[in-house]
């Protein structure tokens, strides 16, 4: 067996491991799952992607206490509050997420779902071209520059939106559009979206996943930045080129064992 069947094998192996409603409990995309609208899953999502980082049982802690602030109804809350209720968000905090940042995401959120019903507009290129890109970049830069564009965007928030034209790896950019995009019959991933591809999917890329793709073979240099990204993609894209990205199932799931020492 050649070594790229094997290192398939064993990838397999672990997206099956992982990729399973099991894992919806403990990661924070429990988060969106806890509704049904798709208006609610967009927004539950979002912030649970924007506040993943940490400990996993903090965030989620944290993203359940922000949902319990908008009443457990996000959509309604983002579209329909009055400058009164935002009194219910003041004093949230993850890390460095402060309430100045979470009042620019609902103003945000309040703009856009006043003129489109799907946050996936919002990560859409204005071009033909770039939305067939064979990568979320061009989505990930417009996100960033129409997230940016209200006229009162806060200077210190932008640290929570990266973009590729900065180098970042998006990690949660790039978690957040495999839930939306991805869909498959094990329920984990949401597939609401249909005008992305998984094929065009970026494989979220940090620290843990460089690691343990150093280890097998997929990467070369131990950087965490938006080339390693793309190239970890491509790499994933000859096992996979429709769906790479479910490979972010077993890279994270062997990121966890080495970490636990496993």
């Known amino acids: 067996m050649s070594p790229i069947f094997q290192l398939k094998e064993i990838l397999e192996q672990k997206v099956a491991q992982y990729n399973c409603p099991e894992f919806i409990e403990t990661d924070p995309i429990s988060i969106p799952h806890a509704f049904s609208k798709k208006q609610d899953i967009e927004i539950a999502g979002l912030f649970a992607a924007i506040l993943a980082w940490g400990n996993r049982k903090t965030i989620i802690k944290k993203c ?3 949902m319990q602030r908008m009443d457990n ?7 329909y509050h009055q400058d009164s209720d935002l ?3 003041l004093g949230f905090k993850h890390r460095t997420f402060q309430e100045t940042d979470l009042l620019y995401f609902v103003a945000f959120l309040h703009h856009h779902y006043h003129h489109h019903d799907t946050l996936e507009t919002a990560f859409l290129p204005d071009t033909p071209d770039a939305r067939q890109s064979p990568n979320v970049g061009p989505h990930l830069r417009h996100f960033h520059c129409y997230f940016f564009s209200l006229p009162y965007a806060p200077l210190r928030t932008r640290k929570h939106v990266p973009t590729p034209a900065r180098q970042s790896a998006c990690k949660r950019l790039t978690m957040y559009l495999r839930w939306m995009v991805r869909h498959d019959e094990q329920g984990v991933d949401f597939g609401l979206w249909q005008n992305i591809s ?5 494989c979220p890329c940090d620290v843990h996943v460089v690691r343990t793709s150093l280890r ?3 990467l070369q240099k131990e950087q965490v930045n938006w080339h390693a990204a793309l190239s970890l993609t491509e790499q994933l894209k000859m096992l996979d080129p429709h769906d790479p990205v479910r490979y972010d199932f077993a890279l994270f799931g062997m990121g966890l064992e080495s970490r636990w020492g496993n």
Do not use: S
């Open 64 to 66: 359940r206490e922000l």
């Open 198 to 202: 998984p094929a065009q999917l970026v």
């Open 87 to 89: 009194k219910q968000l």
């Open 216 to 218: 097998l073979g997929l």
């Open 73 to 79: 109804r996000p959509y309604e809350f983002i579209k």
